[in-house]
């Protein structure tokens, strides 16, 4: 069964910044994603990783993935406070529509 | 520029009463899912909809049940309401098979089961 761990649970750094948070996963996959959820709203796409390798950019934030190790991670460089969010991986089952979700990571960015 | 709709966006039930959650989408997308959010556990699959006509279970189907109407709408219904249904539910599609170009998601109806 597949499981998906992500961490930190929290995040709170400061501007200028970087860090990264990590999306282990349990079993082989072949798709990984990273959404970003503000308070109280809707999760929003930022990246889809679908080989061993992949590295996407957008802004302060890169994620790459890792699928012999089975991680991904999300990269954040001289964050900035619009970053503050929760942060989710969801990781797809090779041959099925399921996709499992992290826990998130709550980020916080303090000017 | 609609994208996936949901409504309603807040509901509060008694334990026992039913519901339906109502999705639509817009961009012709094949595939769409529910998901409920509970604090704390991510989000887990309640049922998809590969495309229409079809429908399976996901992690935790036990107390719903799904109707993929068409193409653009795939609905939510909750028979007898628990208080363990209380959860933020959102719906999602997306245009290939397997979601490999990511999801689409509502903006979510938080249900309250008292």
């Known amino acids: 069964e597949l499981k998906v761990e992500q961490n930190p649970l929290f995040l709170s750094m400061q501007e200028g910044k970087n860090y990264t948070i990590y999306c282990n996963y349990s079993?082989?996959?072949?798709?990984l994603y990273w959404y970003r959820q503000d308070p109280g709203k809707s999760l929003e796409s930022l990246f889809v990783l679908l080989s061993n390798g992949a590295v996407k950019q957008e802004g302060r934030l890169m994620a790459s993935l890792d699928t012999k190790a089975r991680l991904s991670t999300l990269h954040i460089t001289a964050a900035v406070h619009d970053l503050s969010a929760t942060y989710f991986c969801a990781v797809g089952t090779s041959g099925t529509y399921k996709y499992i979700f992290g826990t998130g990571t709550r980020l916080k960015v303090l000017a | 520029n609609a994208g996936v709709t949901q409504t309603p966006k807040f509901q509060v039930l008694k334990t026992g009463q039913s519901m339906t959650l109502q999705c639509a989408q817009d961009?012709?997308?094949?595939?769409m899912y529910w998901y409920r959010q509970d604090p704390g556990m991510g989000l887990r699959l309640i049922y998809y909809s590969a495309s229409e006509g079809t429908t399976d279970k996901g992690e935790v189907p036990n107390g719903y049940n799904v109707s993929r109407l068409n193409k653009r709408e795939f609905s939510l219904r909750l028979e007898s309401a628990a208080p363990s249904q209380t959860s933020v539910y959102f719906c999602a599609s997306s245009e290939e098979a397997r979601g490999v170009g990511g999801y689409t998601f509502g903006s979510g109806t938080r249900l309250t089961v008292v």
């Open positions: 961009m012709n997308h094949n595939s």
């Open positions: 079993t082989t996959s072949d798709r």
